[in-house]
């Protein structure tokens, strides 16, 4: 690819959190996702092998295998090489709408953020086909983080430098106990419109109806963020969002999608 990641600080020798007193209590609210070790196949080992340094932010730690050091900020033109507008992925899974993203849109940087490897590596795979589909060693304009995305919306994302950030299906922890788990809320809106240039969008989509009663409902009380489709209406599909199968499999069980956009005021 022609703009290498540059190296970025060794995660393994960064302080423990004993002698950072700014990490104390680190993590002490839910996060939106459980911790688990899904193993790679041996043809993702190789591709993971030869080409995640190609993709992957390596960005140093703070306590947590998914943490980021607060006090790392990523330089996103020298990330990519360039100076474009920014989408961010939250959540990318496998990586269905943010390759389809990068491999149609050149004139704009694409960054996903995921806590699996698995789906990580299965996105560089599809990366490195839709590169060759076009000619190329890769997709130049699509990058990788493995983080937790509040740490990354918090502090490691400079402010007002995302154009554009996704959040398509995130986990509805719908039983009433796991709500607190919830990626979307009002601490969340708070993140994304600091992230967010002023006219930037925030889009969303789920398909379970209370949750995208409760992302309207956190959503309309921000102030910082504007509907862009008028109060509490929900947004006509986002016609760029991939049709996966897990979309084809919440409408054969009855499951309407609902999209939102919010526009950083």
């Given at each position: ?94 990586g269905d709408a943010v390759v389809e993203a990068a491999t149609t849109d050149p ?62 299906f995130p986990d509805p922890w719908h039983k009433a106990r796991h709500h607190k ?14 992230v967010l240039r002023p006219g930037g969008t925030l889009r969303l989509a789920t ?59």
């Amino acid at each position: 690819m022609s703009h290498p990641v540059p190296p970025q600080p060794d995660a393994a020798h960064q302080p423990d959190a004993a002698d950072r007193p700014e990490l104390a209590g680190f993590r002490t609210k839910p996060v939106s996702f459980v911790r688990r070790s899904g193993r790679l196949t041996d043809k993702q080992k190789r591709m993971w092998a030869a080409r995640h340094g190609a993709y992957l932010v390596d960005v140093p730690r703070a306590v947590a295998r998914t943490s980021v050091d607060p006090e790392f900020v990523l330089d996103v033109e020298a990330v990519f090489g360039r100076r474009a507008p920014l989408v961010v992925e939250i959540g990318s899974g496998l990586g269905d709408a943010v390759v389809e993203a990068a491999t149609t849109d050149p004139a704009r940087d694409y960054l996903a953020v995921e806590v699996y490897q698995p789906g990580l590596a299965h996105t560089i795979a599809r990366a490195e086909r839709a590169g060759a589909a076009l000619g190329q060693d890769g997709l130049h304009n699509l990058r990788l983080v493995q983080a937790n995305a509040a740490e990354l919306l918090e502090t490691t994302l400079p402010a007002g430098s995302v154009d554009e950030l996704w959040v398509f299906f995130p986990d509805p922890w719908h039983k009433a106990r796991h709500h607190k788990r919830r990626l979307v809320t009002a601490e969340f809106a708070a993140l994304a419109a600091r992230v967010l240039r002023p006219g930037g969008t925030l889009r969303l989509a789920t398909d379970w109806a209370e949750y995208a009663e409760q992302m309207v409902e956190v959503l309309e009380a921000s102030a910082d963020l504007t509907n862009a489709h008028g109060p509490g209406v929900v947004a006509p599909r986002f016609e760029r969002r991939v049709l996966t199968g897990f979309e084809r499999k919440a409408h054969r069980a009855g499951r309407e999608i609902a999209d939102l956009e919010y526009v950083r005021r």
